[in-house]
């Protein structure tokens, strides 16, 4: 099955795919954020956003919120099209899921 060929790797861990989707929606987010939104631990949500930002998907940038040092995220265009086609895979395995009468 194709789609099952189109899925990312890179995208298939819950904490990158989540870190993607919320980059997605909101443009750039910071790491206190998206540590929140995802329940994640510093160092887990550190290690997956590394992944994502050595393989081109994600952008940092550093500065100052009242004093205190403050990372923001964005995804990069390669990670803006690794995630719409990521997407549109698992839409295409789902709605074959779907065709094949799957349960009641």
Known sequence: MKALTSLDPLLEHRIRLGACVLLGKHGELSFARLKSQL???DGNLGAQLRKL???GYLLSRKDFVERKPTTWYHLSDRGRAALQSHTAALRS???AAGAT???P
């Open 39 to 41: 329940q994640a631990t």
């Open 53 to 55: 930002e050595e393989r």
């Open 93 to 95: 395995l789902i709605d």
């Open 101 to 103: 009468g799957g349960e």
